[in-house]
């Protein structure tokens, strides 16, 4: 379907380009923060056996996995908050303007670091509520990497603060954070985003990591839609979809 925006310009709804990085059973998925893989497995009773390859009527699985370490998920500021608070109750709108970057993360002695250079660089005519950014190099063993222990890429100190006056609704990340792994505990730029703790905490503002962007699919201006799974809860698994923008 072709759908018209306000602004004149036309997504083909058909032509979604999903981000997320699909939950599967077992250790061929991506990883973090050394959690266990994720389980799908059928329900098992005396009397039943929720798998129809099994002799079952119906297949009939459970789930166990935890939305930050295992797949693409959002998170609301619930993650580093004292109050519980919910990514369902505090992501209310699901379509905005995204703008997609690549860069390079820089070494920093042991760490690779994404500066706020680069990102300043990169958003010199920014003009949307979400930004996806991809990183160097771009391999495709995102999709099943195992992060624990590996130091990954990082936000450099002041990159949230910048994104925030250039008006970052909603960051995107194909890393398993925007902190360090061992930062004893500060997460200063998850802090910063969501400006918590303070008296106007940014509570609408939302955090999506591991997801993967293609090769080619070329950085510029798309239309987004953000889907979450209905948990009540700090972060939920999440579809981010990328449509590409037609000329009105």
């Not at 166990?64 to 004292?82: A, L, Q, R």
């Not at 994104?163 to 995107?172: A, E, K, P």
């Not at 080619?216 to 923008?245: C, H, T, W």
């Amino acid at each position: 379907m072709i759908l018209t925006l306000d602004s004149g310009q036309k997504i083909d709804t058909s032509k979604g380009i999903d981000i997320s990085i699909p939950l599967r059973a077992g250790r061929h998925n991506v990883n973090a923060w050394y959690v266990d893989p994720v389980k799908i497995e059928p329900v098992r009773t005396e009397h039943f056996v929720g798998s129809v390859a099994e002799g079952g009527t119906v297949n009939f699985r459970n789930i166990h996995f935890n939305p930050h370490g295992n797949g693409t998920h959002t998170e609301c500021v619930g993650h580093i908050s004292k109050n519980v608070e919910s990514i369902n109750q505090h992501l209310k709108e699901f379509h905005f303007f995204a703008e997609l970057i690549t860069v390079e993360p820089i070494t920093i002695g042991e760490d690779q670091v994404i500066d706020l250079k680069q990102i300043k660089d990169k958003t010199s005519n920014f003009n949307a509520a979400a930004i996806v950014i991809r990183t160097l190099p771009n391999e495709t063993k995102k999709k099943d990497f195992q992060y624990s222990n590996t130091n990954p890429p990082y936000l450099e100190k002041g990159v949230m603060a910048y994104l925030n006056s250039i008006g970052v609704d909603h960051f995107l990340i194909d890393l398993p954070s925007v902190d360090k792994e061992f930062d004893d505990g500060a997460l200063q730029e998850h802090h910063a985003f969501w400006n918590y703790p303070s008296q106007e905490v940014h509570f609408h503002k939302t955090i999506t990591e591991m997801v993967y962007i293609e090769d080619e699919v070329p950085d510029g201006r798309y239309f987004m839609n953000l889907q979450i799974a209905s948990f009540e809860n700090d972060a939920a698994p999440s579809k981010p979809v990328l449509y590409e923008i037609l000329e009105a």
